[in-house]
């Protein structure tokens, strides 16, 4: 069988050494294969290499790549990790890395990010919010001031759709690894009759799909944006990754709109799962 396996795209950024560390991480739980892949990017390496061409800078960039795995393979082959391994494939950024993860049947694509970019349309940062919104794979997008602690919380946000009941299934995966609990939300701008029925039908449809104790069902009403009201659960109760389902009229749709990203702070300091392939 095909050993489950994670790409890890970096730039050599703080957010991008912030992401190899959740990789590894969560590559000894899963038993995974982990990939620290570069695309080399010219503007890039001029800011990297100033007084360098692309080509004389290609073999510091491996050089750079080599200590990196073998710090990974040294601190976390002995803790459940396969393997880990460098590559390097030139192009433009975005398109080799899911030109790269479709080929290879990657099965998540992990990402260093600044955070918001009040400049930017995209509030996780250009490349990674590209990455998340055509990848055909999950993608784990980390803020650049998150350092890896093991979660004790995860968050999936719910918008009442079929899909729920596969992507529950990969939200216990990796709750069962860290023995996190589970809240399962729905944020409502108005609290009614129909709302809490449909909540109710969510727990008893959900329940069959989910063989794990530390699981629990909120409802929560918010006068403004759901979004929002989101955020601020989200901080309330300590949750320490937000999953989210990449469908049509689901919270990752809600998440991803420029006004309301530009309100929203909680994501320069928590990572985001953003839920591709169900």
């Known amino acids: 069988m095909k050993n489950y396996t994670i790409l890890c795209p970096i730039d050599f950024s703080e957010s991008a050494l912030n992401a190899i ?52 393979q040294e601190e976390s082959i002995d803790k ?32 260093g990010t600044e955070g918001i970019n009040e400049f930017k349309n995209n509030f996780i940062g250009t490349n990674s919010s590209r990455v998340v919104q055509d990848a055909s794979c999950d993608v784990f997008i980390i803020p650049r001031k998150v350092f890896f602690k093991p979660p004790r919380k995860l968050v999936y946000a ?34 009614n009759i129909i709302d809490k029925a ?9 329940a069959p799909f989910i063989s794990y104790e530390k699981v629990n069902y909120v409802l929560k009403s918010y006068r403004d944006e759901p979004a929002l009201g989101l955020e601020n659960y989200l901080i309330t109760s300590r949750g320490n990754i937000l999953f989210t389902l990449s469908k049509k009229k689901s919270w990752f749709e809600k998440l991803f709109t420029n006004n309301l990203s530009k309100k929203m702070s909680y994501f320069i300091n928590k990572p985001l799962y953003v839920i591709k392939s169900v």
């Open 21 to 72: 560390e959740y990789s590894a991480k969560l590559g000894e739980k899963l038993g995974a294969e982990l990939i620290i892949f570069h695309v080399p990017d010219k503007e890039d390496y001029q800011k990297l290499f100033p007084s360098k061409a692309l080509e004389d800078s290609l073999p510091a960039a491996r050089k750079k790549l080599e200590n990196l795995v073998k710090v990974v």
């Open 198 to 206: 449909q909540y109710e039908y969510l727990k008893e449809e959900l």
């Open 80 to 111: 459940g990790l396969v393997s880990c391994r460098s590559f390097i494939m030139e192009g433009k950024t975005v398109k080799t890395i899911l030109d790269y993860s479709e080929n290879n049947k990657i099965d998540l694509i992990v990402m």
């Open 158 to 191: 719910t918008d009442y759709l079929e899909e729920d009941k596969l992507a529950i299934q990969k939200v216990v995966q990796i709750a069962q690894c860290y023995s996190a609990e589970i809240d399962v939300v729905h944020v409502s701008s108005k609290s």
